[in-house]
């Protein structure tokens, strides 16, 4: 299955099974001798970097009681691929693992003797032919669970009597036995609520929902679609061929996704496109109907809310969409193989579901070569593009555990979060860098394992070497925002309340220091002319703002983009300019008071005559004038971000906090 996602401080280890622990260690090192008592103890003693043989030792016990010299040579197996796996036993928990199944070996082996032949050889090929007769021919109307667990230990066994049989291999009759076996296995599996794999027994009534059995037999069809080249070493070699039975099995041969995580997709899609089916408008008297087909306007509604997101992404970076449909293809196939190629991404994402724009550029490339192969009409296999021998999880080893390292090492190095904000990339930082083109440069596809992005946090520089040369890179720095502690940001984040309760308050200590100190002495040329001090207020709130926005943006100051930093070093330019200009052209208008009526009706009549100070705080204005519009006048604003403009663009980048801010509170 794929790893889990975890909570807290830090990202959860990828881990697929069980975990040896001190208690557990402890009792293997006390139960060495003194054999077992169960199935379960036995499982739980094997480390997680050895979960392939968990299988076997299961098996095992559960032929224990029948003849132990056969679960003997099971064991005799599980040891050898222990030894193959790591044979230096570097991993946590494998050298007292193996200690532990070496004595139980040791005394197995003197204790256990054979009951159907003289070689161990022809004791496991005689219980393996016996195994098939008397739990797997004949009982098929026992419980799914109860067979799929006999079917698994008969495939444990005919692993182990390849091993154990000479060079020459065992007789063709074993092989029809384990080609069945491989065959009907997958009928008993495991399910969460549709049971796709059971084809023996009665037929659950989930299944017999039309919008189900539609959805079931559009995923099924698989024709005209090339085949991957089989793996040898995950698909039995008695199968020819892959094993192909749906949309979501040729991804999974075809990109190295988990077994596990195909069948929850599967089940995952077919709910999906059931249930929006019965929601269309269309399709409230279908239900009666015998014969149910998904309609096209389902699957057109289906990928507009699973795209969403990546069809925003790309026309951010103003990319075109790696979702292309072959021109003579006429049915729904590519459309379910791209949104089950996305579902399958994100299943096994585990903490890099956190990061989907980082999901983006992993669908973004894996769609196009989706595309290359369904548009190939070459016969004969291709090459999957993900190839990880001996493996079935390729794509969560080549693509998805370099970047949980990432991860992962970036919240170490964060201690809990008691580590400076500027030390340590947080989930934002590292999705924020495939907010650009750049990402395609230096990460390409497959990913450069070299590029900076993976750089470890420990060191600032890294020295890798590509074709015989030293290079020197750096770690990634933050993106856009570094957190700072301190009490200022309360001004910096609310710094139009703040203004506005400064200025109003500076307005009305001033009316009631009036000699009336009613609010229409506001009228008065001289109280009028005192108010408009609260321009110089706000020049120096805004110089304050400015010069906030550079200290604490100086931690990211390298990460920025250059037009950050011109328009981060503009703002502060202009607001000493403002801070300079308004107090002076302000004391130059004093020998002229005006009153408010007077000022609206001469400056619509003779503009030469007003005062430079109402000219400064008209110019002072005029951002906020364009922003207060961009807020009320949303359409404006929508026509606006389209333009190509000069004058429209350069004042769209300047009044950027303010939009940004508008966007949030009509959002």
Request: charged share 20%; glycine share 4%.
């Amino acid at each position: 299955m794929s790893m889990a996602s975890g909570g807290g401080a830090g990202p959860s280890r990828p881990q697929r099974q069980l975990s040896m622990g001190p208690r557990n260690l402890s009792r293997a090192i006390t139960m060495r001798t003194e054999g077992f008592s169960g199935e379960e103890e036995e499982s739980e003693l094997v480390p997680s970097s050895l979960a392939p043989i968990v299988p076997i030792l299961r098996a095992a016990n559960a032929i224990e009681d029948d003849n132990p010299r056969v679960a003997y040579l099971c064991r005799f197996t599980a040891f050898e691929k222990v030894h193959k796996m790591d044979p230096n036993s570097s991993g946590r928990g494998v050298r007292q693992f193996k200690t532990y199944l070496l004595h139980r070996l040791e005394k197995d082996e003197k204790e256990t003797h054979r009951k159907l032949a003289s070689t161990d050889a022809r004791e496991i090929q005689r219980f393996y032919e016996q195994y098939c007769k008397k739990y797997l021919e004949g009982f098929q109307d026992r419980k799914p669970d109860e067979m799929g667990q006999y079917y698994q230990t008969a495939s444990v066994l005919y692993d182990v009597l390849k091993t154990v049989s000479p060079p020459s291999g065992p007789d063709t009759k074993f092989d029809e036995y384990a080609e069945g076996v491989e065959k009907k296995k997958a009928s008993f599996s495991h399910y969460n609520i549709l049971p796709l794999n059971i084809t023996s027994g009665p037929t659950q009534p989930v299944m017999e929902i039309p919008e189900i059995k539609a959805a079931v037999e559009l995923l099924r069809w698989t024709q005209n679609l090339p085949m991957p080249r089989p793996d040898p070493t995950s698909v039995p070699q008695e199968i020819e061929g892959p094993v192909v039975n749906d949309l979501l099995d040729w991804l999974w041969q075809t990109f190295g996704f988990q077994k596990g995580n195909v069948e929850n997709q599967k089940e995952h899609l077919i709910l999906l496109l059931a249930n929006m089916d019965m929601r269309g408008i269309d399709n409230v008297h279908q239900g009666e109907r015998q014969i149910h087909m998904i309609h096209r306007n389902t699957i057109d509604r289906l990928m507009k809310k699973v795209f969403q997101n990546y069809i925003s992404w790309c026309r951010y970076l103003h990319l075109e969409s790696n979702i292309k449909i072959p021109r003579d293809e006429s049915t729904q196939q590519p459309e379910l193989l791209y949104i089950g190629l996305y579902l399958l991404i994100w299943g096994e994402a585990s903490n890099v579901r956190f990061m989907p724009e980082c999901l983006c550029y992993i669908f973004h490339h894996m769609a196009r070569d989706l595309y290359d192969i369904i548009s190939d009409r070459r016969e004969g296999f291709f090459e999957p593009p993900f190839q990880r021998e001996g493996s079935d999880d390729a794509f969560l080893q080549l693509v998805i555990q370099p970047i949980y390292n990432v991860i992962y090492n970036e919240a170490v190095m964060g201690k809990h979060g008691t580590v400076s904000h500027s030390r340590w990339r947080n989930y934002d930082d590292l999705n924020e860098y495939f907010w650009s083109k750049k990402c395609f440069k230096q990460l390409g596809w497959p990913m450069n394992q070299a590029s900076d992005f993976f750089t470890s946090p420990t060191k600032t520089n890294n020295n890798i070497k590509q074709r015989g040369h030293s290079i020197s890179r750096r770690r990634m720095s933050k993106t856009n925002f570094v957190e700072v502690r301190t009490f200022l940001h309360l001004f910096r984040s609310f710094d139009r309340m703040w203004a506005f309760f400064i200025l109003a308050f500076q307005a009305m200590v001033i009316i009631a220091w009036s000699p009336s100190g009613s609010l229409s002495a506001i009228f008065e040329p001289t109280v009028f002319r005192d108010v408009m001090t609260i321009f110089i207020t706000a020049a120096f709130l805004n110089f304050l703002q400015a010069t906030l926005e550079i200290v604490l943006n100086w931690k990211a100051w390298r990460s920025l983009v250059c037009s950050q930093m011109i328009r981060h070093v503009l703002k502060f330019v202009v607001a000493i300019g403002w801070l300079i200009i308004l107090p002076v052209t302000y004391t130059s208008s004093i020998q002229n008071p005006t009153g408010l009526i007077k000022f609206f009706s001469n400056w619509i009549g003779n503009f030469q005559s007003q005062s430079i100070y109402n000219v400064a705080v008209a110019l002072y204005m005029l951002p906020n004038i364009f922003s207060a519009l961009f807020f009320i006048f949303l359409p404006i604003r929508r026509k606006l971000e389209r333009s190509n403009a000069h004058i429209v663009r350069f004042l769209l980048w300047w009044t950027q906090v303010y939009l940004i801010r508008s966007i949030y509170l009509t959002s």
